[in-house]
Nanobody
Framework: QVQLVESGGGLVQAGGSLRLSCAAS????????MGWFRQPPGKAREFVAA????????YYADSVKGRFTISRDNAKNMAYLRLNSLKPEDTAVYYC???????????????????WGQGTQVTVSS
């Protein structure tokens, strides 16, 4: 089992920045790929970003590419998502997830991830 706890969400004006953190405990964190997903109000959950177990590969949704940055620190059992140039359409509950994902075409799929956090709310005002 891996337990994940997100933090860092909040209310920010358009154009602002936030850094989301995901603290992991339980099984060896470095064994798992990490993903960030979000669920906007009234909409389905969607992929945001992912990072391989080593941190050597990263993947982004087109809607956030160039604005968001995913990273991880395996020594600290932490994953991060830096959100820059925020837009009102980025408003959502953001979830981190961990899974044994190895193939590049699978990082985008929520069902590839076995463990999920409880989510943190990000609200961007216009």
């Amino acid at each position: 089992q891996v337990q994940l706890v997100e933090s860092g969400g909040g209310l920010v004006q358009a154009g602002g920045s936030l850094r989301l953190s995901c603290a992991a405990s339980g099984r060896t964190f470095s064994n798992y790929a990490m993903g960030w997903f979000r669920q906007p109000p009234g909409k389905a959950r969607e992929f945001v970003a992912a990072i391989s177990w080593s941190g050597g590969s990263t993947y982004y949704a087109d809607s956030v590419k160039g604005r968001f940055t995913i990273s991880r620190d395996n020594a600290k059992n932490m994953a991060y998502l830096r959100l820059n140039s925020l837009k009102p359409e980025d408003t959502a509950v953001y979830y981190c997830a961990a899974g044994n994902v190895y193939y590049s075409d699978r990082y985008y799929r929520a069902h590839e991830y076995d463990y999920w956090g409880q989510g943190t709310q990000v609200t961007v005002s216009s």
